[in-house]
């Protein structure tokens, strides 16, 4: 039910107004999955338009398992895992313009950032494309940037925020003076020029990463011990979850320029879980999770009061893990679908649907105005010396295809360096610094085909075993 603060009003006209939430059926969801069990508050799960990745349990180190979409039911127990990590991944997230780049966030202190082939591999993962190393404790929040290419921001419990440069393999920025405990959460705006964290020292700040400044500063947005979320909505609001002096489970809305009072203020209810926001700014529709929770609550966000609009709540009997949320461009828009979720159980993963009731069959331009696509709209150093830019849109009326494995690329800078950098600090490449651009495409190129040829050679391998497998069975 409807909490009863948010049901005294005359209803509302609102387009979202019937969003219903619905299961998939039981052969559409994955199987047999040893979710991990530490204990972070971490979503567990990053979906994209080809892949769902979840964290698993693993003995001796850290590991996710990467599934294609479409490959759903039971998965083999001996289905290849990404394993790298020499202790509990704790984060991941797909890169959001290239569908095969993931990153991943560990206990280890480090950050990997791998590339996912179209095809299932034979083996488990275990060769990142580049390790981040920079944090001297875990490393439990990780968050590509929204609009410039290869952009990573990493936070750790180290109370250290750390923006890196994926396709050179350096850092960027180090931002270590502005938290003084442990880091909750991290959080872009649209356009990547701002974050919002939330810190153990029940603080939210509003900073500006390339200044290196905190331009807004809320203390304690919400009252009680336990830990806060925020995220960006629209028109540059903060959008909070926290907990009252009662334990009771709130969510509140801040105007960056008056952070004094909460344009909305409400409570919810007495559970304890930490509540995740997953936020959609096509529809202005904040859908809530909370970690144990067997519910999904969705609330529309407008300029009239009281702001925040309570939608509905999707309901089922098994409490949530972890939660994974589609980007825009993976639904399904002929079936009018605005959200997908992919809930996390205990040893499986239960996709849910978000559906918007409409009678036509035909493209809604009201449901899907122009979304973000897979194209970055500036390059990493555009970004750091001050560009802003707004994501590239595209439309979603005739569906999105996703784009064919495109390779990551990592150039570390000193090989492109016409100079060597100042100072003892020099690089342990071998590289002459004169090493010039075409020598050094000529050299990537050799590697790649010596890569594919090894890749092919394992498949050959992998299939003269399985003849072999067969042969000795039959002769048994």
């Known amino acids: 039910l409807c909490p009863p603060a948010m049901s005294r009003r005359v209803v509302r006209q609102s387009k979202f107004r019937h969003v219903f939430g ?68 704790l984060d991941i997230d797909w890169c959001p313009h290239n569908d095969n780049v993931i990153a991943s966030a560990s206990e280890d202190t480090t950050v990997m950032v791998w590339q996912i082939p179209d095809y299932v591999p034979v083996r488990n993962i275990t060769e990142p494309v580049v390790t981040l190393e920079g944090h001297s404790k875990r490393v439990s929040i990780i968050s590509w940037h929204p609009t410039a290419r290869n952009v990573l921001l990493s936070a750790g419990c180290d109370n250290l925020v750390i923006l890196w440069n994926v396709g050179t393999g350096e850092m960027l920025l180090a931002l270590d003076d502005m938290h003084t405990d442990l880091i909750y959460n991290v959080g872009w705006n649209r356009n990547g020029s701002l974050l919002v964290t939330t810190c153990k020292d029940k603080k939210v700040r509003v900073i500006d990463p390339r200044k ?94 009281p702001y925040v609009h309570y939608l509905n709540t999707y309901s089922s009997k098994e409490p949530q893990r972890g939660m994974g949320f589609m980007p825009k461009r993976g639904l399904d828009v002929s079936k009018c679908e605005i959200a997908r979720f992919f809930k996390l159980h205990e040893r499986k993963c239960e996709p849910i649907v978000m559906t918007v009731p409409r009678k036509s069959d035909l493209f ?25 830019a707004e994501p590239i849109l595209i ?5 999105y295809v996703p784009v064919k494995n495109r390779e990551l690329k990592v150039v570390k800078k000193n090989i492109l360096d016409s100079k060597p950098p100042p100072g003892p600090r020099r690089s342990h490449s071998t590289c002459d610094s004169d090493f010039s651009q075409p020598a050094l495409e000529e050299v990537l190129e050799e590697i790649r085909a010596l890569k594919e040829t090894v890749q092919a050679q394992e498949k050959r391998i992998s299939d003269l075993e399985n003849k072999l497998c067969q042969f000795t069975n039959g002769t048994d």
């Open 364 to 388: 809604q331009d009201d449901l899907y105005p122009d979304t973000p696509g897979p194209e970055p709209a500036l390059e990493a150093d555009e970004w750091l010396s001050g560009k802003d």
């Open 22 to 89: 619905q299961p998939v059926k039981a052969d559409q969801m994955y199987e047999d999955i040893r979710v991990s069990k530490v204990t972070c508050d971490s979503s567990f799960c990053a979906v994209n338009p080809k892949f769902v990745a979840i964290i698993v349990e693993s003995g001796g180190g850290g590991a996710f398992i990467v599934l294609p979409l479409a490959k759903t039911g039971r998965v083999d127990k001996n289905h290849p895992l990404v394993t790298g990590h020499t202790a509990p991944v």
């Open 395 to 399: 439309s979603l009326r005739d569906g």
């Open 212 to 305: 290196q400044q905190i331009i807004a500063e809320k203390t304690k947005p919400h009252d009680g011990t336990r830990p806060i979320r925020a995220i960006f909505v629209a028109d540059g609001k903060i959008f909070t979850t926290g907990f009252s002096k009662m334990s009771e489970r709130q969510l509140g809305l801040w105007d960056l320029n008056n952070f004094e009072e909460p344009i909305a203020l409400q409570e919810m209810d007495t559970s304890n879980g930490v509540l995740l926001p997953f936020y959609d700014a096509d529809s202005s529709i904040v859908y809530l999770c909370g970690k144990g929770d067997s519910s999904i609550r969705y609330f529309e966000i407008t300029d009239e009061a």
